[in-house]
């Protein structure tokens, strides 16, 4: 059974820094694109960023590009969002997930999320 | 960017009833669109891929259609399980965007 456990999540104050980890199982890990997609308090659904499996390539939206850095460890089934110069508008819950990127292109498997508020 | 609009953004309806939730995109869509559903508390679960492709597990009352700039989801009898946010979602390229999500309500 697929399986992505976020954690992290914490009230930081603007311009602060946190590091969100999903813990993946379940799958061959180190075989998929991995993503961040959030959702802020009311609002949709937001795609922030996405990573190759081996880690060579990277894509964010451009509200986070600069500030936000998607990484992973593939010999620790773990995928990592490093959020620096934190803002109001980043509050939302940050959700880790698989992108199928073989020959479709979606999200297969999501995890629950991790709450990130940004507040003073 | 690829805008993807969806409506009607919320809408109540009955047990049994056949639901159809649009998406325009603002440019023709040459990939694929996928549709989504969310649960309060819940990971989200995709629905449909490739525009018209069940994922696995998912009852076949959900359908996806379209091609071009205009895609519909739609449930033939709706379920009470089915209460839920939907959001539709292109694939085509970065950055990779959602609608705006439509909530079905029970009446």
């Known amino acids: 059974e697929v399986r992505l456990v976020e954690s992290g999540g914490d009230l930081v104050q603007p311009g602060g820094s946190l590091r969100l980890s999903c813990e993946a199982s379940?799958?061959?890990?180190?075989?998929?694109?991995m993503s961040w997609v959030r959702q802020a308090p009311g609002k949709g659904l937001e795609w922030v960023a996405n990573i190759k499996h081996d880690g060579s390539e990277k894509y964010y939206v451009d509200s986070v590009k600069g500030r936000f850095t998607i990484s992973r460890d593939n010999a620790k089934n773990s995928l990592y969002l490093h959020m620096n110069n934190l803002r109001g508008e980043d509050t939302a819950v940050y959700h880790c997930a698989r992108w199928e990127a073989y020959s479709d292109y979606f999200f297969d498997f999501w995890g629950q999320g991790t709450l990130v508020a940004v507040s003073s | 960017d690829i805008q993807m609009t969806q409506s009607p953004s919320s809408l109540s309806a009955s047990v049994g009833d056949r639901v159809t939730i649009t998406c325009r995109a603002s440019q023709t869509i040459t990939r694929h669109v996928n549709w989504y559903q969310l649960k309060p508390g819940q990971a989200p679960k995709v629905l449909i891929y490739a525009t018209s492709t069940l994922q696995s597990g998912v009852p076949s009352r959900f359908r996806g259609s379209g091609s071009g700039t205009d895609f519909t989801l739609t449930i033939s009898s709706l379920r009470p399980e089915d209460f839920a946010t939907y959001y539709c979602q292109q694939s085509d390229r970065t950055p990779l965007t959602f609608g705006g999500g439509t909530t079905v309500e029970i009446k």
């Open positions: 379940g799958f061959t890990f180190s075989s998929y694109w």
